[in-house]
């Protein structure tokens, strides 16, 4: 099954962060983002952020 969903708010700069039985989370900047346990990774939202292509941004904060 799905261990964990991350929620990208572009408009927003924030990601929420969804595992089974649990509350969800909210992320921003440097703050670094879980991850599911077998991936050994450090990422924040900035960095995520910054992966996404620029075109997609501006037609997301356009249609708000």
């Given at each position: 099954g799905t261990q964990m969903v991350w929620l990208i708010d572009l408009n927003n700069r924030l990601t929420f962060v969804f595992t089974p039985h649990q509350t969800p989370q909210e992320f921003g900047g440097q703050s670094p983002l879980p991850t599911p346990a077998p991936l050994n990774l450090t990422?924040?939202?900035d960095q995520?952020?910054?992966w996404i292509?620029?075109?997609i941004n501006l037609a997301s904060s356009q249609s708000s």
């Amino acid at each position: 099954g799905t261990q964990m969903v991350w929620l990208i708010d572009l408009n927003n700069r924030l990601t929420f962060v969804f595992t089974p039985h649990q509350t969800p989370q909210e992320f921003g900047g440097q703050s670094p983002l879980p991850t599911p346990a077998p991936l050994n990774l450090t990422l924040t939202v900035d960095q995520i952020l910054r992966w996404i292509p620029r075109k997609i941004n501006l037609a997301s904060s356009q249609s708000s």
